[in-house]
Nanobody, 121 residues
Framework: QVQLVESGGGSVQTGGSLRLSCAAS?????MAWFRQAPGKEREGVAA????????FYHDTVKGRFTISQDKAKNTVYLQMNSLKPEDTAMYYC?????????????????WGQGTQVTVSS
């Protein structure tokens, strides 16, 4: 397990941008961003296979969000552009080792406390 601390959330208008950061005490094999809106299940937004920098995205954010990493800083980022009201949620950073699909939250054993993203129309 690693300790994860997110930052960078906030409130923006439709079409705006935010960059989330996840500072980790160490880098696991997969680092991911999940989000959870009120009354909805937690869903995987993006993930990165840290060894090779291979990235994965939920269909709803492809072309708008970019996940990246700075290995020297043990930090993972989520650049979010062209934000929409439906992107409003609490965003969580998560980490796991090998095994299991990246979209399944139960496969992750490390979680941050979350950072709120609110997009107004």
């Amino acid at each position: 397990q690693v300790q994860l601390v997110e930052s960078g959330g906030g409130s923006v208008q439709t079409g705006g941008s935010l960059r989330l950061s996840c500072a980790a005490s160490g880098i696991m094999t997969y680092m991911a961003w999940f989000r959870q809106a009120p009354g909805k299940e937690r869903e995987g937004v993006a993930a990165i296979y840290t060894g090779r920098g291979i990235t994965f995205y939920h269909d709803t954010v492809k072309g708008r969000f970019t996940i990246s990493q700075d290995k020297a800083k043990n930090t993972v980022y989520l650049q979010m552009n062209s934000l929409k009201p439906e992107d409003t949620a609490m965003y969580y950073c998560a980490a796991k080792g090998f095994g299991g699909v990246w979209t399944n939250a139960s496969n992750y054993n490390s979680w941050g406390q979350g950072t709120q993203v609110t997009v107004s129309s």
